[in-house]
C-alpha cells in the first residue's frame, strides 16, 4: 500500500500492511476477487479490471476502479500482485445524476402532444420528441433522433425558414 491508496481509504500504511483485502472489500466481491486472484497468480489471465466497492476505515461505502497484475521472477513464478485504485465513487454518482435527468426531460418531452426539439448552434438535434420525430418523418420519409442535423434533413422550403428562424433566436 502506498500514501495515495492509505488516504483514498482511510488506513495508515501500517494498518493496511496488516490486514487482507477481505478487510475492505464488500462481501458480495469477496469470493470473486480471491477466485481472481488465484486466476492471475496460476497465470491464466495476465491482469483484471473490474470495478467494485470497497468500505474506508469508517465504513462508508465506496467505487473503485481497480486494475489488479501479478508481479513475477526471472522464472516466472508468481511474487506479488500490483493493484492500482482509482475513487470512482464521485464519478458514478454524476453518471447516475446525469441518466436521471436524461430519463426526466425524456419523460417530460415525451408527455407532450406538441411537437418539441432542440438543437445546438450547429442545428444538431440535442433533444426531440415522437411528435417533432413523426411531422419530420412524414415530411421527409426520415427517421430522425438526436445528434443529427436539422439543417440536413429538412426540405428546401421549411430549411431556409427554419436556418432564418434559429438565425434570429
Given at each position: 500500500a502506498n500514501a495515495n491508496f492509505s488516504q483514498m481509504i482511510g488506513y495508515t500504511e501500517e494498518e493496511l500492511k496488516q490486514m487482507s483485502f477481505h478487510d475492505i472489500i464488500y462481501n458480495e466481491s469477496a469470493e470473486h476477487e480471491r477466485k481472481n486472484l488465484a486466476m492471475l497468480f496460476k497465470g491464466d489471465i495476465p491482469f483484471s479490471k473490474r470495478e467494485q466497492r470497497y468500505f474506508s476505515k469508517?465504513?462508508?461505502?465506496?467505487?473503485?476502479?481497480?486494475?489488479?497484475?501479478?508481479?513475477?521472477?526471472?522464472?516466472?513464478?508468481?511474487?506479488?500482485?500490483?493493484?492500482l485504485a482509482e475513487n470512482i465513487t464521485q464519478r458514478k454518482r454524476i453518471e447516475k445524476s446525469l441518466y436521471d435527468s436524461r430519463n426526466n426531460l425524456t419523460a417530460l418531452l415525451e408527455s407532450s402532444p406538441d411537437p418539441i426539439i432542440s438543437v445546438d448552434r450547429r442545428h444538431c438535434i440535442m433533444a426531440?420528441?415522437?411528435?417533432i420525430s413523426d411531422k419530420i418523418f412524414a415530411l421527409t420519409s426520415i427517421s430522425i433522433e438526436m445528434g443529427y442535423s436539422l439543417k440536413n434533413?429538412?426540405?428546401?422550403p421549411f430549411r431556409e425558414r427554419w436556418i432564418d428562424t434559429h438565425t434570429k433566436a
Open positions: 469508517h465504513r462508508q461505502v465506496m467505487l473503485v476502479s481497480s486494475t489488479t497484475s501479478v508481479v513475477r521472477d526471472m522464472d516466472g513464478a508468481p511474487l506479488y500482485a500490483v493493484v426531440l420528441n415522437s411528435s434533413i429538412l426540405p428546401d
